[in-house]
């Protein structure tokens, strides 16, 4: 059976490596990891989960009753999103599903248990079509693919009967794709001095619009500009980092009956995304010359992008044999990571970048993320022997204040209702799945424009006991 089930593994670990772009539904976090704890509202931290354990409370990996587990999963995102114009013309994302494997393997030996997982964290995505209100009538595509995966191997320990730790090193990787088009009113908001109520832009490029302009101030000649770094696949981002976290995990069964869950998760060292190959655009009014469009060259760097650290404690009670009741509290701490987003292009030195070879753009987006509470509550009854029926709520504050709500980053969902249910086929097989739905939240943003998200998602998990 282990030489059966080692290919689709093998397979599974190579696709895992490519995380892809994820609609998720705590701020950029998804509702849960793993079927199981997915469809119990998220909540994860106090009780046997499998191998998802890794990215929830790794000591509840010390719970695990076997002596070793594999757990192959996939999910299907599907996010809903919508943004509206100020005139009222809606555009509808057309980056509407999104596929997400999953691997986890772990083994006991004594009072020690360990492994290896890969899991997508999360992150956002969402695409408007060129000749939508989004294009601004010059066929521009806007587009975003925003994805954070994680190797992780853990090491759960059984101290005694009731009380278990664990601990987590964790790799990291990031991708991101951007083509994100602004007005000329947008962009002379960021190079106005006197304005950049959503964002500042500042750099040798500005610097060369200003001696184009002559006396004009830069922007108010400008119709568009155009922010372009996206290769269009599916698994990867354009632009790319690498780091590392870890996370520490507590469980202590209070009674047979009564177990709680505490764990922790560092904010990451991933550093900036970087890519060589990196465009951008603008088109200027230039007095006595009319509208000259030029496309520069170059290299993109996203700076200091980070995920954030997050605090939780769990509580699983089982009043009867069949019956599971669980609820977590979590704290994830945007506000130290999402205060800006912020992006530096160096111009190539090519003959085609003219006057601007060798210049640099900086560009700075106001975010100012606060912190987010999100409450997971879920039931499990165990209908048969075989078959256990789960259901649950999520219920999360929104990070992003409206001012700062970008139609191309939306991560505003509240509010989810999950269910699933557990079938074991066999004594060491069992299949999981969840499904869970995020109710739809509108919000109009500083620039007036509407942003609606909603959103449906699915997991699948195949579990095998040596």
């Known amino acids: 059976m282990a030489r059966r089930l080692l290919l689709p593994a093998v397979a599974l670990l190579a696709a895992v490596s490519f995380t892809s772009p994820l609609g998720a539904t705590n701020g950029m976090n998804m509702e849960g990891y793993g079927p199981v704890a997915t469809a119990l509202g998220g909540a994860s931290l106090a009780y046997d989960n499998g191998t998802a354990a890794v990215i929830n409370n790794p000591a509840t990996l010390s719970l695990m009753a076997e002596r070793a587990r594999l757990d192959l999963a996939v999910g299907i995102l599907g996010p809903d999103i919508t943004a509206t114009s100020t005139t009222g013309i ?3 994302s057309q980056a509407t599903a999104f596929f997400m494997p999953a691997f986890g393997y772990a083994k006991r030996s004594g009072n020690l248990v360990y492994g290896f997982g890969l899991f997508g964290q999360g992150g956002m995505g969402c695409e408007y079509d060129a000749n939508s209100w989004r294009g601004l009538g010059f066929g521009l595509v806007n587009r975003t693919e925003v ?5 992780i191997i853990p090491i759960a320990w059984k101290v005694n009967d009731r009380f278990h730790l664990a601990a987590s090193a964790d790799f990291m990787w990031a991708g991101m794709d951007l083509k994100m088009a602004m007005s000329g009113a947008q962009f002379f908001d960021l190079v106005n001095p006197m304005s950049q109520q959503f964002g500042r832009a500042s750099g040798t490029i500005i610097q060369s619009f200003n001696g184009m302009m002559g006396t004009l101030p830069v922007g108010t000649n400008v119709d568009y500009a155009y922010f372009d770094f996206s290769n269009g696949n599916d698994f990867t981002g354009r632009a790319r980092g690498y780091g590392y976290a870890a996370k520490i995990g507590v469980v202590y069964e209070a009674s047979n009956n009564v177990t709680l869950g505490l764990t922790y998760h560092s904010k990451s060292a991933l550093g900036d995304l970087t890519t060589p190959n990196a465009k951008v655009s603008f088109q200027l009014n230039v007095p006595g010359l009319g509208a000259m469009a030029q496309t520069l060259n170059g290299s993109m760097r996203i700076n200091d ?3 954030p650290a997050m605090l939780g404690v769990g509580l699983a009670y089982r009043p009867t044999e069949r019956w599971l009741l669980v609820a977590d509290v979590r704290e994830i701490f945007w506000k130290d990571v999402m205060q800006q987003f912020s992006m530096t292009f160096t111009a190539n030195g090519e003959a085609a970048n003219g006057p601007f070879a060798n210049q640099v753009l900086d560009a700075t987006l106001f975010q100012n993320w606060d912190n987010q509470f999100v ?6 009854y165990q209908i048969t022997d075989a078959f256990t029926l789960r259901f649950g709520g999520n219920l999360s504050s929104d990070p992003i204040p409206d001012k700062f709500l970008n139609c191309l980053f939306p991560a505003t969902i509240e509010r989810h209702l999950t269910a699933g249910f557990g079938w074991k086929i066999d004594a060491r097989a069992s299949v999981d799945v969840s499904v869970t739905r995020g109710f739809k939240v509108s919000k ?7 942003v609606s998200h909603a959103q449906t998602n699915a997991q699948i998990m195949y579990s095998y006991r040596f």
């Open 444 to 450: 109009i943003n500083g620039y007036g424009i509407g």
């Open 305 to 307: 992008f980070e995920w």
């Open 90 to 92: 809606g555009a509808d």
């Open 375 to 380: 409450l997971q509550l879920g039931a499990a």
């Open 147 to 151: 994805s954070v995966g994680r190797a």
